[in-house]
């Protein structure tokens, strides 16, 4: 059984000096980071637009399309209301007990609720307005996206649950997508997104630093003990 051996003391000793190191480093660097480009904006212009903001917008606006506004409001369904908040959430939250990780279970779900509170603190913070040309309904704050920081967040915490190269490729490209998407409907700057990634990102390597030896020692420990979903997925090959 699981128990007979704490996840903690199944991580080589070089995951154990991970919660120690980078993870706490770069994680805060990457908040202030975002906490620093809300606060440029917001000093620089009273929250107006910078200059690669305009730039950007201008390059949106003159290559709409119909194509390009049904994917965009594809992701905007995927990073908000029922979707975004509870099925996908949830879904991620029953693969991971489902494979007996539940500290990843946990991980997740915390890093997911800590990561949309902090967006609505800045966001309350800063009060930067959104841009005039939006394709769909939003509420007030655009520093930062809360799509992108709950895309970012769910990637890199998958990307930490499961180190393979697919899951952070497959991650990224759904993060990139997501801030594309947000400025293409209009509801956020560039710069929105790009503070809504360092909050994302920042969130769950922070998170992910006191947790990671026993994120991998749980890791070893299921590999071990395969779940029904990892049988049933064998017998399937």
Known sequence: MMSERAPETAATPATRRIARRWPLVSGAAALLLAVGLGALIVVRGNGSPL???AEWMD?????????????SL???FLGAGIAGVIVIPVLILLVLLLLKRPWAAGYYVVATIVSSGLVQVLKSLFGRARPEDMLVVSDFGSFPSGHVANAATMAVCLGILFPRVWVWLAGAVYTVLMMVSRTYLGAHWLTDTI????LGAAVAVLLWAPVAAKLQGERELAAKHPS?????RRNSV
């Open 195 to 198: 503070g809504g990634l360092l």
């Open 228 to 232: 029904p979903l990892r049988i049933r």
């Open 59 to 71: 390059e949106i606006l003159e290559h709409r399309a119909p194509v390009w506004e049904y994917l």
């Open 51 to 53: 200059k690669i903001d």
């Open 74 to 76: 594809t992701m905007n």
